[in-house]
């Protein structure tokens, strides 16, 4: 039953935090209009619209552990490592004292933006549904779902949010046009959180005695919650996730954040830039709360019968654990998870090809992950822009490909690491440990801005007509 039970969590939480944001390669590329969310005082060749829902779809999935070590192929099957058709061994190979999943999820409803008349200043608005996940699966806990060994657990947690934010940036020049500095200011409103964190999780499991020592904590809002309490033998109340449902849709919580960037010419064909994005919080109301705690403290101890045999001892079912004493719904004002950017790109070859360095720091709910990415693009015509990088990180490193199209009547970008990498029969990549998949569609609007067609003008005249 321990097993079932386990199975069935480690498998919805790996799901949600997998179903996994904006792909790093955009940054380089003066075509993609995806890159002014990167920083905002970066902007692309032209005005745009985006199409509804496919103007910017970003996922991005990374671990600690490659997916392989998590995720098992059994009899044409995705199952996880505790299915009991993975042996312990292959269940604990890899696996280190702490396993972090994390995902994050970015669709754009509404994206436009163009260039004030002086063809420099540029401005834009977005609307976008995000969403974020992290899990830590610590290896003790396989070692006692597939051994029976004892074992104190630390650190099983969950936590998972998502919102929406609607935004407007404007980026403008400084310096005779060297210096670029842009900022988006968003309006958010939650969608919903939780977070649910075992600090104790003291388990063995013997032939004459078993027990389970936990205490737990959930925290979370959701719209329109209601609960259904229970009372137990000694008249306290209580409830179970199961006893959560949603009672018509609002909001849980209102926010607001900040985007900062900066980008500067140091040499003609030299530019350095930095941005810090998702600078702010959301007060998740009270209204919305649902919080409690967990302490059960489960033993039994097999007794003797005739003929001195000891009787079978039960199982134990992993509900009694999820047994949370209500705790006072309070609002909580909690800060976003931002991301700081610093950038470093040179051009040669006639603006053909840029050689872009990016470091990245995302902090997140359970851990801060940095990545430094090199990159090469090349672009033929202006409107063209094929880019090949390779990331290494917290997670490991991986090879990406990215492609953008901007010519008169369309602006395409697409851009992913899953090329290389090698796939399960379900698409998932099992060696690598961070992929990202992002796809942009719009419609290119207006003259191109005179701070491309500046940098262009000598290589391109087609944009000289157009200027």
Request: with cysteine; charged share 20%.
């Amino acid at each position: 039953m321990i097993a079932k039970r386990l199975h069935t969590l480690v498998a919805a939480l790996l799901v949600c935090a997998t179903a996994a944001a904006q792909h790093h390669a955009a940054y380089f590329m003066e075509g993609s209009t995806l890159r002014s969310r990167l920083n905002p005082a970066l902007a692309p060749q032209r005005g745009y619209f985006d199409i509804p829902a496919l103007g910017g779809v970003a996922a991005a999935v990374n671990t600690d552990v490659a997916l392989d070590r998590l995720l098992f192929t059994r009899g044409g099957r995705l199952v996880t490592l505790l299915d009991r058709e993975v042996s312990a061994a292959d269940a604990l190979a890899g696996l280190s004292a702490d396993n972090r999943v994390g995902g994050d999820v970015r669709l754009s409803l509404l994206s436009f933006g163009s260039y004030a008349r002086n063809g420099k200043s540029f401005w834009s608005v977005d609307i976008n549904v995000r969403a974020s996940g992290e899990v830590n699966l610590p290896r003790s806990l396989v070692e006692f779902a597939k051994r029976g060994d004892d074992g104190a657990i630390r650190n099983l947690s969950a936590a998972a949010e998502s919102w929406v934010d609607a935004g407007f940036a404007y980026s403008f020049p400084l310096l005779d046009e060297r210096l670029y500095l842009g900022f988006r200011a968003k309006a958010v409103v939650g969608g919903a959180r939780a977070r649910l964190d075992f600090d104790r999780l003291d388990v063995a499991l013997h032939e004459e005695r078993w027990s389970v020592d936990a205490q737990g904590t959930l925290d979370a809002h959701i719209p329109g919650a209601a609960v259904e309490y229970r009372t137990d033998e000694a008249g306290d109340r209580y409830f179970e996730p199961s006893d959560i449902s949603v009672d018509g849709f609002r909001p849980a919580g209102y926010g607001m954040a900040l985007d900062l960037g900066v980008a500067c010419d140091i040499l003609p064909d030299l530019k350095a830039s930095l941005a810090v994005t998702d600078l702010g919080f959301i007060v998740w109301n009270a209204r919305s709360a649902v919080q409690g705690t967990a302490a059960a403290r489960l033993e039994y101890t097999g007794v003797e019968i005739a003929g001195g045999q000891g009787a079978s001892s039960p199982d134990f079912d992993l509900d009694d654990l999820m047994r949370f004493a209500p705790a006072e719904a309070r609002s909580e004002a909690r800060m976003m998870h931002a991301d700081l950017r610093a950038g470093l790109e040179y051009r040669l070859w006639r603006r053909r090809v840029s050689l872009g360095l990016l470091y990245e720091s995302r902090f997140r709910a359970m851990t801060t992950l940095h990545a430094l990415t090199a990159s090469v693009n090349y672009t033929p015509v202006g409107w063209f822009t094929l880019g090949c990088g390779y990331t290494q990180g917290s997670t490991g490193g991986s090879l990406g490909l990215a492609l953008n199209l901007c010519p008169g009547w369309i602006n395409l970008f697409v851009a992913t690491d899953l090329l290389t990498a090698r796939l399960s029969p379900q698409f998932f990549p099992v060696r690598q440990r961070t992929a990202r998949v992002t796809l942009g569609l719009g419609i290119p609007m207006g003259r191109s801005g005179r701070r491309h067609v500046a940098a262009w003008l000598p290589y391109d005249r087609r944009l000289a007509a157009d200027r």
